[in-house]
């Protein structure tokens, strides 16, 4: 019955490829993921993703297109959308590539449907995870970038081109933040993106001549009690608490879910944001906004990917 | 025939109550307005409203609600929606007053719809005015406060208790920025306000002593060349762009129209806004936004009012 097929979900970010078999309920049946392999050219890449979604279906004894409901991949933005051409910042080899119409031909009569990967992690948090049952939600990934995705009135808002929830390039600290890859001053993910916050710890002494200290280490050295990685934890739940207040204000939210690794820093990264936000975000209607760890974790990608062939009524607008 | 019967429409400010008839198309037919009498209680205002609504349904030959298509009016908020229970900040005498349901009593038996005016004004400006043919629209008003409502994906945004496209607490200056009214810091209300320029600019030593002197002086003053009139308008545009930017990489915005009296400024305040604008807004997606004065002036919170009524399936999702 076609109702009862899996569908294919895809997700592409700068550090992994993923994929995974996920029935029509947001269960992944089968998954898999490899590191993304940044030295190889952009026809090596798409034959690791083709090598990748090939073992996902074989363990899910799928060998043709007919057996699936549908394909859906979450690229790493921005894209030409919803033409699926993809550009994605974190790998630089794909440059106008076309993945839409590559995955359509591997998988023909089917629907296929590219969406940016923050689009796909607050959709699968809506669908499946901490946004399920409310209408409007900001769905944000904290990790090499800082990346967002909205769905308002109970649905995804694609906006002009397909990139609305940028919630990383709302400014922050326009006087005194550090220059973002962006052009910009004082953008959120200027300031709280990982790379930004091990350069700014290293500045103020945390493991000097570590160029391979990562975001990770300098949670876990705060989670210890190390003074840097304590304030480095404040300074990002600060700007994280400043932008949620602002985009609360804009889009009326009632939940915030927050993913990627950073998100799993806990309280010495929730609980500035929560005091930052709470200095800000002072109206009536604001106040009762909800800000918590995203539910599906690392899969919420791929669950959300699933959801543009599933749930295409709420979180496909595209053609 | 009912679809060419008028309706009838109301913008209630801290400044002015207007009203009036609106064709199908969206023409004003009538219309009046007076101050609003903050002397009042509220039953004198409710009737003062009356009256005005009176004076232009007569003006216009109506005497029985039948006549009309229904009434929309737009007020400034908070409010309970779209219970249309409201409490404008600047209108001290209405407190959880049932302005939806007392306008049902005195209109029974046509749709009486009741929404922020910063709603309204954003439905004008999309129906009729600068967002026209354009799916993503934020519009704004700055005057005695600093509002605005959104248009994404072609409809109107509502959030979770009607309150989406509070623009002016975006925060853009958190460390030094004055206090707000809502109790945050560094709000683009808190800034680019009239009253709060007006009070920057007689610590600058502007027109100190004169408590009557208005945001129209201070931006008529720059117009001539005052420096302090020139600095007010600059800080009020920089604050304005940094926001603009901020809610354009969030929204994915295609227009941003901006009303209300400080629009009226001109290049000494568009200028330095594009400025900070542009300094801000750096990724392709975010470049190609258009920020330009509201098409329709002081009648697009009419307009939008009207537009509750003649194009629902846009603008309004209430009951």
Redesign the interface.
């Known amino acids: 019955m076609a109702g009862r097929r899996p569908a294919l979900a895809i997700d592409i970010g700068g550090t992994k490829l993923a994929a995974a078999v996920v029935e029509p309920g947001g269960r992944l049946v089968t998954w898999a993921q490899v590191p993304t392999p940044h030295s190889l050219d952009s026809g090596q890449l798409w034959r690791t993703l083709d090598a990748l979604t090939g073992r996902v279906l074989e363990a899910a004894r799928i060998t043709v297109p007919s057996e699936l409901a549908g394909v859906g991949a979450g690229c790493g933005g921005?894209m030409e959308w919803p033409a699926g051409v993809v550009s994605p910042l974190n790998i630089s080899q794909w440059r106008s590539f076309p993945l839409r119409a590559r995955l359509q031909k591997r998988f023909s009569g089917i629907p296929v449907r590219v969406h940016n990967d923050a689009i796909c992690v607050v959709a699968g948090e809506h669908w499946r995870g901490a946004g399920r049952g409310?209408?409007?939600v900001l769905g944000m990934v904290v990790s090499t970038g800082v990346g967002?995705g909205?769905i308002?009135?109970g649905?995804v808002?694609?906006?002009?081109?397909?990139?609305?929830?940028?919630?990383?390039?709302?400014?922050?600290?326009?006087?005194?933040g550090p220059v973002?890859a962006?052009?910009?001053?004082g953008?959120l993910e200027a300031i709280a993106r990982g790379p930004a916050l091990v350069a700014w710890a290293q500045g103020e002494g945390w493991r000097q001549g570590q160029p391979e200290a990562t975001a990770k280490d300098l949670a876990d050295d705060g989670a210890h009690g190390h003074p840097v990685g304590l304030a480095a934890m404040r300074r990002a739940g600060q700007a994280l608490g400043?932008?949620i207040?602002?985009?609360t204000?804009?889009?009326?939210?009632?939940v915030v879910s927050i993913g990627g690794g950073l998100s799993q820093a806990g309280a010495i990264l929730f609980e500035p944001l929560e005091e930052?936000l709470h200095?800000?975000?002072?109206?009536?209607?604001?106040r009762?906004l909800r800000v918590v760890p995203a539910a599906l974790g690392q899969s919420a990608g791929l669950v959300g990917a699933a959801a543009l062939i599933f749930a295409a009524e709420r979180y496909w607008?595209g053609d």
């Open positions: 921005p409310r209408s409007n967002g909205l308002l009135d649905r808002i694609e906006g002009a081109s397909g990139n609305a929830g940028h919630i990383g390039h709302v400014v922050v600290d326009p006087e005194d973002c962006c052009g910009g001053r953008c400043i932008a207040a602002s985009a204000y804009l889009c009326d939210l009632e930052a200095a800000h975000a002072r109206l009536k209607f604001v009762n607008t």
